[in-house]
């Protein structure tokens, strides 16, 4: 049962940090650090156009929870694909190709949200099945080559983390 309206915390706004990346090296890096402080029950939502980077961070947050030698398909086809780590499941959407949010329901999304740390990869396909506590980054190229720049918006049950990694609201990590 839910509190009393009165006991019930006030929410706060969503925090937001940009993180300017030169190459795939340093998506790499930023992938791996926010994977040391993910958890069972995180969802992460990758946003931005195609080529931006989300399947390359993905790749590697699912290779620092699992082996530098996981093999990690793109879920373009098969719209989702599982890994086991240490933390528990790790489960990779990829919901380009959905067209209403009962589609990725029926991928069985809520069970992933409940039972592992989810990355999808074009989370506003979700429409209002997102989960409300998820970070969210969004990605967009840079000028040429790989560098690129990566909003990270927090809500509250990331801010600390973010913090305790130096990616403070308001600065450049």
Same mark, same amino acid.
């Given at each position: 049962m839910p509190p009393a309206k009165s006991q019930?915390?006030?929410?706060?706004?969503?925090?937001?940090?940009?993180?300017?990346?030169?190459?795939?090296?340093?998506?790499?890096?930023?992938?791996?650090?926010?994977?040391?402080?993910?958890?069972?029950?995180d969802a992460i939502g990758l946003a931005g156009d195609l080529g931006a980077g989300k399947t390359a961070f993905a790749r590697a947050f699912i290779r620092a929870l699992t082996?530098? $030698?996981?093999?990690? &398909?793109?879920?373009?086809? @098969? =719209?989702?694909?599982?890994?086991?780590?240490?933390?528990?499941?790790?489960y990779h959407f990829d919901l380009y190709r959905v067209r209403s949010p009962a589609e990725a329901w029926e991928l069985g999304i809520e069970e992933a949200f409940?039972?592992?740390?989810?990355?999808?990869?074009?989370?506003?396909?979700? $429409?209002?099945?997102? &989960?409300?506590?998820?970070? @969210? =980054?969004r990605f967009a190229l840079v000028g040429q080559g790989d560098a690129r720049r990566i909003e990270i918006v927090a809500a509250d049950g990331w801010r600390d983390r973010l913090a305790a990694l130096g990616l403070a609201p308001g600065g450049r990590a």
């Open positions: 019930r915390q006030p929410r706060r706004a969503a925090t937001a940090v940009t993180v300017e990346l030169a190459d795939l090296a340093a998506t790499e890096r930023l992938a791996g650090r926010l994977a040391s402080v993910a958890r069972v029950g082996t530098a $030698g996981e093999e990690v &398909p793109s879920p373009t086809f @098969t =719209l989702v694909q599982s890994y086991e780590s240490a933390k528990g499941p790790i409940a039972s592992g740390i989810s990355l999808i990869e074009w989370p506003d396909r979700l $429409g209002p099945l997102a &989960p409300a506590g998820a970070l @969210t =980054l």
